[in-house]
Structure formats: structure tokens, C-alpha cells
């Protein structure tokens, strides 16, 4: 399919007054990572539409980054699950009574459901997730598909019914992130607790170019905009984590519904850090790809 690609403005401080910083991402696929200059989000523009997004995780995700749904996959009854052991250390883990809904939003095939259900064995288990070959396994653990498409209107008729939102590296997947969380806002108890994690910009792994950038990451949080956009949507948070034994990379949190109105905090000197980090990895390792490449024509000449 030809994709078809739209311009969008910073989702967080709405202007389009931008800096860019690559065009190359993962598996050699297109992408346009700019930062906002007035805020300091990570985001790309112009990017894929809806449409272009739409069939590639229908058709070509799971032969990128899901090879363990093959016939012989099985979820596992029990493992150490990183956001139980995180939400327990910070002494966020609701009461096993309190919990009778968890949601996970980019499920997967269902591993946290799974491992949460052993902490709340009364609780029902619900997921949004747009590939088929996961709502196989969903549908085996009991788990209801509430939506496949996180843009459509799956908050209407779930006002406060999730005692627990899971989102694990699934908001820098989305084309506006704004208006989801505004939906998690509307579905999370009043005293729910949302649990999220995605990459922490400000520390990002090796090779930025073929591995950290990709095309079906539309944005690049860190915890200022983390910050911004919850306070868009009126969500405070809790507690954050920056990398831990179990992920470096990761910037992970724990949130509820805001108690009092919170306010996006926009700064320049946000953009001035994030666009540090990028330059100054992609300088060094620019340097020695070249000289690879080098050594490997004169290997092969
Ligand atoms: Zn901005």
C-alpha cells in the first residue's frame, strides 16, 4: 500500500515551529523526528496518516516486532512482572478487594493481565489491541477486547470503571496522545491508578538511527513533556522512575485523576536538553559508521 503522509503541529503547545533532528529510523523505514522548539517534544512531522498506520499494524507489525506470536507461543501462568514489583516498592499497589477492572491498552497478547489477575483474582480483565493474532490469546485468558483502535470512542459508557489502566510502551505508538489520555482520564476510577512506561528520550540506547528512531514511534516523551501532556489531560503524577535493573532506557510512571487543575509548564530550555542528548549521540556515532563502512569496502574490495 502507498502510504500517504500528513503534517501535524506540536501536540502538547499546538505550534509548528520545529527542529529537525533525522530521516532515518529502524529497518531503513521513512521517518521526519523533529523536536518543538517552544516545548521540546519529540515528534514526527510530516508523518504517516491514519490510514498508512492503520494497515501496517494490521499487515506488517507482528513480522517486525512480534516474532513470538508464532503457533508455539504460550503465555506464561506466572513471571516477575515489572509493574507489580514497581507500583509495590513504591507502595502504589491497590487493595486486592478495591479492584474489580483492569484495562491494558496495547496488550499485547495479554502477559500483564495474566500477572495481574494472580494479585487480583476477582478482577475482570479488559484490553485494547489492534492485532488479530493477540485477541486469539486475549479471548483464552478471559480477557474482553474492548476496542481495536485506540482513536475510536471506547471511553463512552466507561466513565470511572478501571481501578487499574496498564500502558506499556504503547503512548509513543499514538497519533494523538492528547485526546487518549483525556479518554483515560474519563475511564479511570476516582481514585484508579494508571500505570505507564515509554522510552525516556533523555537516555536513549545506542544507535539512534537504526534502532531508537522508528516510524511507528510518532513521539519522543521525556519527563517534561511526559509532565505537560498529563497536565493536559488533567493527570497527576504520582511517582516517576528514570531506568531501574530491569530497563535503563525506560522512563515509567504511576498516575491518577488530578485532585487540583493542573497547567503545562512550557520552557525552551526543555527543547535546548532534548536536542543536546540527540546531537551530541548522533555526532559520535555518525563519526564511526562511516569508518565502518570503510573498513568493511576495503574487507570486501
Ligand atoms: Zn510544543
Given at each position: ?148 483502535d485506540v482513536d475510536s470512542d ?124 540527540f546531537e551530541d549521540q548522533l ?19
Amino acid at each position: 500500500m502507498e502510504k500517504k503522509f500528513e503534517k501535524v503541529d506540536c501536540a502538547i503547545c499546538a505550534a509548528n515551529d520545529t527542529h529537525e533532528v533525522s530521516t532515518k529510523g529502524q529497518f531503513d523505514l521513512p521517518i521526519n523526528l523533529v523536536l518543538c522548539k517552544n516545548c521540546g517534544l519529540g515528534y514526527l512531522n510530516p508523518r504517516w496518516d491514519q490510514n498508512a498506520y492503520l494497515d501496517f499494524y494490521q499487515n506488517e507489525y507482528d513480522k517486525y516486532y512480534r516474532s513470538e506470536l508464532t503457533a508455539d507461543f504460550k503465555l506464561s501462568p506466572k513471571s516477575d512482572n515489572p509493574i507489580l514489583s514497581r507500583l509495590g516498592n513504591w507502595k502504589h499497589l491497590p487493595k486486592t478487594d478495591s479492584v474489580k477492572n483492569i484495562l491494558d491498552i496495547g496488550s499485547g497478547a495479554g502477559q500483564n493481565l495474566i500477572d495481574f489477575k494472580t494479585q487480583y483474582p476477582a478482577a475482570n480483565l479488559f484490553a485494547i489491541e489492534p492485532s488479530p493474532d493477540s485477541h486469539k490469546h486475549l479471548s483464552s485468558i478471559g480477557a474482553k477486547v474492548i476496542s481495536g483502535d485506540v482513536d475510536s470512542d471506547w471511553d463512552k459508557n466507561n466513565e470511572g470503571k478501571y481501578e487499574v489502566v496498564i500502558m506499556r510502551h504503547v503512548l509513543e505508538h499514538f497519533l494523538d496522545p492528547v485526546a487518549v489520555m483525556k479518554k483515560v482520564h474519563k475511564v479511570l476510577a476516582p481514585d484508579g491508578l494508571l500505570y505507564l512506561a515509554v522510552p525516556n528520550n533523555l537516555k536513549p540506547s545506542k544507535n539512534l538511527e537504526s534502532r531508537w528512531f522508528r516510524v511507528v514511534h510518532t513521539y519522543y516523551f521525556n519527563k517534561s513533556s511526559l509532565y505537560n501532556l498529563f497536565a493536559l489531560a488533567q493527570l497527576e503524577i504520582l511517582s516517576v522512575g528514570e531506568g531501574d535493573q530491569i530497563n535503563q532506557q525506560e522512563i515509567f510512571l504511576a498516575a491518577r485523576r488530578a485532585k487540583r487543575v493542573l497547567t503545562p509548564k512550557i520552557d525552551r530550555a526543555d527543547f535546548m536538553k532534548q536536542r543536546a542528548i540527540f546531537e551530541d549521540q548522533l555526532t559520535q556515532e555518525n563519526k564511526f559508521i562511516p569508518r565502518l563502512k570503510r573498513k568493511i569496502n576495503s574487507l570486501l574490495n
